[in-house]
């Protein structure tokens, strides 16, 4: 068992049985009582984030999540399927775990996948990810990047805001994270 001094970022917890990856944490040690560590857990399979203090030198469960660097095939109507770049070995991914990494999900693009215990957890997308507009309404004549947004599908079927000077076939970088639109991409 591991204690509180041991929480870091990224590092996986199982509390009441289910696994919680740490995305925010902090050592507070307040004037008058005893210090704590005041933690952000994102459930690892549900996504939900709660908050979450711990005492300082409290026990934790601190579980071991393999990270690897794998690349994706293709959509078989039931699952995601990935290959590992390092040996080749391909494995199934449900739509449940992909969540929506699928609405920037590129045939091989490569993507880090967390497991545990073989099992797949989480899909770690790249920050940002070029995407071809496959649709929107055309721009006009003197529409400048201040004057607003219009929807525009891309490639992989997601649906975006993009600034109105933005034509179709256009490639546009796109957050994978928020799905925002960050710039233009040239050729």
């Known amino acids: 068992m591991a204690s509180t001094a041991d929480i870091r970022n990224g590092v996986v917890l199982s509390i009441d049985g289910q696994l919680w990856s740490v995305v925010e944490f902090q050592h507070v040690k307040p004037g008058k009582g005893g210090a704590f560590v005041r933690t952000k857990l994102k459930n690892v399979v549900s996504g939900k984030v709660v908050d979450k203090t711990f ?52 045939e091989n693009m490569n993507v880090t996948i967390a497991m545990h215990d073989g099992l797949p957890l989480y899909i770690e997308m790249p920050p940002s990810v070029v995407l071809e507009i496959t649709y929107t309404e055309p721009g006009l004549q003197g529409d400048r990047s201040n004057a607003g947004n219009k929807p525009a599908t891309v490639e992989t079927g997601a649906e975006i805001q993009v600034p109105l000077f933005v034509d179709q076939g256009t490639k546009v970088k796109v957050d994978t994270r928020t799905g925002d639109y960050l710039g233009r991409v040239n050729d």
């Open 55 to 106: 005492n300082a030198g409290a026990k934790v469960d601190i579980q071991n999540v393999d990270r690897s660097d794998y690349q994706y095939l293709y959509n078989d109507g039931e699952s995601f399927v990935f290959m590992d770049v390092k040996d080749y070995d391909q494995i199934n991914v449900s739509d449940k775990v992909v969540g929506d990494a699928a609405r920037f999900l590129l």
